[in-house]
């Protein structure tokens, strides 16, 4: 069971992962699947050893895992309940964004899809 100081932890590791437009990027881009860091690194225009850093931040965030596969290393977002929530984090983000409309057709929070734009 998560005490207050655990759930603080894990919101700071998470928070610290996605606090960095590159690691930002990159997660977004495992949501659909995972990578090698290679194809990682070409598909976002990075260089090879940026990507290796920040997916070692990732991995030390508790995140993204690494796969050995044959010589190469397939890096995947950790767990489906993660890719579910920066889904909705993302889906929060854009309904709470000025001059956006709400992103979900069965919206019920109050005060949301009243607003106009």
Known sequence: MLTLDSAADVMT???RAMSDRTRARMLTRLLDGGMHPADLARELDLTKQ??????????GCGLVVAEPR???TFYEVV?????AAIRELLRVT????????CCD???TVAGCCERTA
């Open 70 to 72: 044959g010589r190469q």
């Open 105 to 107: 057709a069965s919206c």
């Open 94 to 101: 854009l309904a709470v964004a000025d001059n956006e409309p």
């Open 50 to 59: 940026n990507v290796s850093n920040h997916l070692a931040c990732l991995r």
């Open 79 to 83: 767990d489906p309940h993660l890719g």
């Open 13 to 15: 590791r998470v928070g």
